[in-house]
């Protein structure tokens, strides 16, 4: 019912931009803090940014300075804007988030992935 649906991911040069997004659909009450994760093969999954519902954020050292994480709780959506990409960026992103449903049940979510890949 509840889901999370990512885009923007996609292949950027070294030092270029790139704006994800993801956006829940379906019946939902509340949402807490929207995560961005990234996963590249042979690595970890790796929490790149977090914000909480008043817009309190929170990144990794790697991207602080570079990425900015946002929120329209409006839309139910969560932003990655991410500047000056190196090519260690380069992973499937995932936003995640615990949300309440219209039924009132409490869970945790991921968006599908969206590959993020930066050129030397």
């Known amino acids: 019912q509840v889901q999370l649906v990512e885009s923007g991911g996609g292949l950027v040069q070294a030092g270029g931009s790139l704006r994800l997004s993801c956006a829940a659909s379906g019946r939902i009450l509340s949402i807490t803090d929207m995560i961005w994760y990234r996963q590249s093969p042979g690595k970890q999954r790796e929490l790149v940014a977090s914000i909480t519902p008043g817009g309190t954020t929170n990144y990794v050292d790697s991207v602080r300075g570079r990425f900015g994480i946002s929120r329209d709780n409006a839309k139910k959506a969560v932003y990655l804007q991410m500047n000056s990409l190196k090519p260690e960026d380069t992973a499937v992103y995932y936003c995640?988030?615990?949300?309440?449903?219209?039924?009132?049940?409490?869970?945790?979510?991921w968006g599908q992935g969206t590959q993020v890949t930066v050129s030397s």
């Open positions: 995640n988030a615990k949300i309440r449903d219209g039924s009132f049940n409490l869970r945790e979510y």
